[in-house]
């Protein structure tokens, strides 16, 4: 009742606060922070070819959307700079209370940029309408184990929980479910169009927003009100992001000056280009990235939808594809060794991981096999070459996807046995239309929300999985569920070895390559080595420009 009444009286200030941000904002749209580029005066520039597709953290679930959000929402927990594992962040404690309740206390004196005070009620709000508003590019089928959100007073709230003893639940809260937003801005029950959140200045994070023209340009303002676990806030006061349609133009940006840093996506031959410039350093992090294939149930080839429906005959074209792709020649023809090949639905390096596809598929030493497909499919009763309609994003991915894509198909079609029609759209129209069953197969890319192997899986294979692909297995969900409440750790990893075995036999999903995190900057751009090895996600919050 308390954290109700608190947001009571603050009401009466919101219309105000949102008409003098839309004045800022309106000043600030010729885009004159952008004139400093990076040349001093605490500005650094980040040029990235990613797009975003909403900055409301319940209308989207991909890397670019969530560069921006990382930078301007809190989030209860974060990852610490320089290391794998979460820690309270707008939280000033949070731990499990009984065992199926997890306490989070926030710390005292948070507000928004716009000077709303952030309370339990804005927590419960933010969790609340996740799981109303369910869009189908959001996040939140993260909360598959939240029953219910309980704001007991403003600073205290409790998250009861499905299953107990949820081992994953604290690293849930800083994934992109996690962003704490002003219920005051966001609507309850629809998406937020992103020009009402800046105008709304509803940030908590390192950073505000102070321009922004979505996928052109943001420019970022520190928050010297944050309260969180990156200890004093940003190291820089501005910090500007600019939006490249081609790589090529990005290559030349970073080569030429005008822009600090290049976060994704440069190709490989750039990237091997550029390793000889003086002036700049080519920074590699841990390599969470991986790039897999989507299998729609309905609507691929014997999809349950599709003509001659057959559930047999679709597993067969599956693994028939997984018999053919050559990971190897991928890799290094496409990438030049920056990405390596993958034979796991959980990447190499990560607790749990095993090579189940190595061992099931191909000559089972990681090299493809024609026989085995054409035996697979003969198996199956399956005699006519198969069309195969496969899709791709031409601009979200960077620019070697048109080149990896041509090299799958030919891949397919030098065994005849596969027909491929290679299609490709703009990652905007792309991200809708693949949760609308109008692709039967498709390329998408993942970077985990947390570094645990629950962030390859949970996503992907629970019956209400973020791919909307129609694919469930009762014994999958039984398995996912159970390894997320099991804190033993050798049980556990036995379980994750486990799950991985299904995903191999099912093949709702086909991984086939794993990369490192790469940014290109000026020799005198600092923290971008913490960044990558801190997290997933790309933290301006940590660069700072080298002094003398």
Known sequence: MAAQTAHARRRMLTLSALSVSALVLAGCAGGG???????????????????????DPAGSYDNGSFAVMTQVYGSLMRSEPGGPEVSPDLAESAEFTSPNVYTVKLREGLKFTNGNELTSSDVKFSFDRQVKINDPNGPASLLYNLDEVVAVDDLTVEFHLKQENDVIFPQILSSPVGP??????????AITPDEEIVAGDAFA??????????????????????????????????????????????????????????????SATDISDLRG??????????????????????TMPYGAKADGADADKALAVRQAIAHLIDRDELAEQVYQG????????????????T????????????????????????????TETVTLDLQYSNDHYGPSSADEYAL????????????????????????????????????????????????????????????GNHYANPKMDELILKQAVTAD???????????????????????????????VAKTDIEGIDKTLDSSYTFRFALLERKQG
Do not use: C
């Open 408 to 467: 799958i198909k030919n891949q397919l079609e030098a065994s005849g046995l596969f027909k491929v029609n290679l299609q490709t759209t703009e990652w905007g129209q792309y991200s809708k239309d693949r949760t609308e069953d109008l692709y039967p197969v498709y390329q998408l890319g993942w970077f985990p929300d947390y570094s645990d192997a629950d962030s390859y899986l949970t996503p992907f294979f629970l019956t209400e999985n973020f791919l």
């Open 489 to 519: 750790e050798g049980e556990r990893e036995k379980l994750l070895g486990d799950i991985q075995k299904i995903a191999a036999e099912d093949l709702s999903t086909l991984p086939y390559l794993q990369g490192s995190q790469i940014a």
């Open 355 to 382: 090579e189940e596809l190595k061992s099931m598929y191909g000559d089972g030493q990681g090299k493809s096999s024609l026989d085995k497909a054409k035996q697979v499919l003969a198996d199956a009763g399956i």
């Open 277 to 298: 410039v003086d002036t700049l350093k080519v920074h590699e992090g841990p390599g969470g990235e991986i790039r897999y294939l989507v299998f729609n149930f309905n």
């Open 338 to 353: 920056t990405y390596t090949p993958l034979y796991s639905h959980v990447p190499a390096g990560l607790t749990g991981a």
């Open 205 to 266: 994070g390192p950073y505000r927003i102070d321009t922004y023209e979505k996928n052109s340009l943001v420019s970022y303002k520190k928050n010297p009100d944050y309260q969180g676990v990156i200890e004093g806030g940003a190291k820089t006061e501005n910090i500007i992001t600019k939006y490249y349609a081609d790589a090529s133009n990005l290559k030349l940006e970073i080569q030429n000056g005008s822009i600090d840093v290049a976060w994704r996506s440069l």
């Open 33 to 55: 922070a952008a004139g400093g580029g990076g040349d001093g005066g605490g500005v650094i520039t980040v040029g990235t070819t990613d797009k975003v597709v909403s900055i």
């Open 180 to 189: 704490i937003v002003d219920e005051d801005v966001f609507s309850p029950d």
